[in-house]
């Protein structure tokens, strides 16, 4: 039996009009009597152990970086990423905003079973006029929002710097946040000194986890079966798309299938063509997009071993997919001041295995 480990990870034009300012009358600020004490890293730097997306055991390889999959991860952006919101003339400042998850998975030879785990996080992104406007007078509006239909998050990992949040909130379909907006006029201000020629700068404000039971609950089926012979090895591998798993079924794309061979083989044959990596050792399939219109598959392998009977390696499947999210949990400004330009959601592979 193989587990899986997951490693955590994380992470619009123009100069503000000053008198985007005037008119603007700031909702009244919050009571600051508790502050969300979660850090979001670890004395070492890392994520805390308490948010790491490592549901499913140890001692699996990891099938590469958990954040290549998206164009941008960086604090600043200049042409990449989300799309840029104009700082004009409105009363409203404008914020756009980022829910990327990834998604963990362990699959069990032909069992229906499958442990799952979801880790997300939220990012807003601010135009880099708004850093001017932030530290002029009258001080900026307190911003605030509300997550909605929050209900399958099992935990949340507020920003301890810059989140604020009542603990005493019981409806579990929404929470409430607002920033410390002196830590993040200081944030956005280190990252302009950092790069001032940036159009937008992001900030991390919140990570979640949560577990998913069962199989129709993830977006890509898999299962495999070996017939490991002294003179013979045969793996087939059949992939499905499960629309169910998000509110909004979304096409997987960058989809691939990698099937390591760890030992000395020969005759290899592979249907559909495959990469062979001999630096790698793995038989690396690209597939096209997985949707309702094409979502199910066969991928077959086979080759003679060179030192006896083949042992059974956990087989890993990569994609990513724009449009939606697995949690169906979104976000609402509150009170006035502030705009949403922007509302991008995205989720991709953590590891994602199935073990015969």
């Given at each position: 039996?193989?587990?899986?480990?997951?490693r955590?990870?994380?992470?619009?034009?123009?100069?503000a009009?000053?008198?985007?300012?005037?008119?603007?009358?700031a909702?009244?600020r919050?009571?600051r009597?508790?502050?969300?004490?979660?850090?979001?890293?670890g004395?070492?730097g890392?994520?805390?152990?308490?948010l790491s997306?490592s549901?499913?055991?140890?001692?699996?390889?990891?099938?590469g970086?958990?954040?290549?999959n998206?164009?941008?991860?960086?604090?600043?952006g200049?042409?990449?990423?989300?799309?840029?919101?104009?700082?004009?003339?409105?009363?409203?400042?404008?914020v756009?905003?980022?829910f990327?998850?990834?998604?963990h998975?362990?699959?069990?030879?032909?069992?229906p079973s499958?442990l799952?785990r979801v880790?997300?996080e939220?990012?807003m992104?601010?135009?880099?006029?708004i850093?001017r406007?932030?530290?002029?007078?009258p001080?900026?509006?307190v911003?605030?929002?509300?997550?909605v239909?929050?209900?399958?998050?099992?935990?949340f990992?507020p920003?301890a710097?810059?989140?604020?949040?009542?603990?005493?909130q019981?409806?579990?379909e929404?929470k409430d946040?607002?920033?410390?907006?002196t830590?993040?006029?200081e944030?956005?201000?280190?990252?302009a000194e950092q790069?001032p020629a940036?159009?937008?700068?992001?900030?991390?404000l919140?990570?979640?986890?949560?577990s998913r039971?069962g199989?129709?609950?993830?977006?890509l089926?898999l299962?495999?079966?070996w017939q490991?012979?002294?003179t013979?090895t045969?793996?087939?591998?059949?992939?499905?798309?499960?629309?169910g798993?998000?509110?909004?079924p979304t096409?997987?794309?960058?989809v691939q299938?990698?099937?390591?061979?760890?030992?000395?083989v020969?005759n290899?044959?592979?249907?559909?063509?495959?990469?062979?990596n001999l630096?790698e050792?793995?038989f690396?399939?690209?597939?096209?997009?997985?949707?309702e219109?094409?979502?199910s598959?066969r991928l077959s392998?086979?080759?003679?071993?060179?030192?006896?009977?083949s042992?059974?390696?956990?087989?890993?499947a990569?994609?990513t997919s724009?449009?939606?999210?697995?949690s169906?949990?979104d976000?609402?400004l509150?009170?006035?001041?502030?705009?949403m330009s922007?509302v991008?959601r995205r989720f991709?592979?953590g590891?994602y295995?199935?073990?015969?």
């Open positions: 039996m193989c587990s899986a480990t997951a955590s990870s994380s992470r619009c034009i123009r100069s009009d000053p008198t985007a300012m005037e008119g603007l009358a909702p009244p919050r009571p009597s508790r502050k969300v004490s979660c850090p979001l890293l004395s070492n890392d994520l805390s152990h308490s997306p549901p499913l055991g140890s001692s699996v390889p990891c099938t970086p958990e954040r290549s998206f164009s941008s991860q960086t604090g600043h200049i042409s990449r990423g989300p799309s840029p919101v104009v700082l004009g003339s409105q009363d409203a400042l404008p756009a905003t980022v990327t998850e990834y998604v998975a362990y699959f069990r030879g032909h069992s499958c799952a880790t997300g939220l990012t992104t601010f135009p880099a006029g850093v406007v932030f530290s002029g007078t001080p900026p509006p911003l605030s929002f509300r997550l239909h929050t209900a399958p998050i099992e935990h990992q920003s710097d810059l989140l604020f949040s009542d603990p005493s019981s409806d579990p929404t946040f607002w920033l410390n907006m830590a993040l006029t944030a956005l201000q280190r990252q790069n940036a159009s937008y700068y992001n900030v991390v919140l990570r979640y986890q949560f039971p199989p129709q609950c993830v977006p089926q299962s495999a079966h490991c012979e002294a013979l045969q793996v087939s591998v059949e992939y499905s798309y499960r629309p798993a998000t509110a909004v096409p997987l794309t960058n299938v990698l099937l390591p061979v760890g030992e000395p020969t290899v044959h592979l249907q559909p063509a495959a990469v062979w630096d050792k793995r690396l399939w690209k597939l096209p997009d997985v949707s219109a094409g979502g598959g392998a086979s080759w003679e071993p060179r030192s006896g009977p042992t059974p390696s956990p087989v890993a990569q994609f724009e449009g939606a999210t697995l169906g949990v976000l609402e509150v009170g006035s001041g502030y705009r922007l991008k991709a592979t590891v295995l199935e073990s015969c």
